[in-house]
């Protein structure tokens, strides 16, 4: 499948504006997951963040870091820890 100049600017124009918006604390959903994420780090100059599962599990400590393009929503974080 061959991807238009026009679908990677449109990509590219995605990943700014969520860098652009994104904040600390931010929950987010990413691609290839139904799991909410809660954005914990951000380096916008290369354009990734740290994310952890959302609601946090003091027990688990999984933080991996994801390309700011794997952001595919970002919603509100329930304050209810039991979801």
Do not use: H
């Amino acid at each position: 499948m061959k991807v238009s100049k026009l679908e990677i600017l449109k990509k590219e124009n995605k990943a700014e504006i969520f860098s652009e918006r994104l904040y600390k604390g931010a929950c987010v959903k990413i691609k290839n997951s139904q799991k909410t994420f809660q954005v914990i780090g951000i380096n916008p100059q290369k354009k990734i963040c740290w994310v952890r599962e959302w609601p946090y599990a003091s027990e688990a400590k999984k933080t991996f870091a994801l390309e700011m393009c794997q952001i595919t929503l970002q919603i509100f974080c329930s304050k209810k820890l039991s979801e």
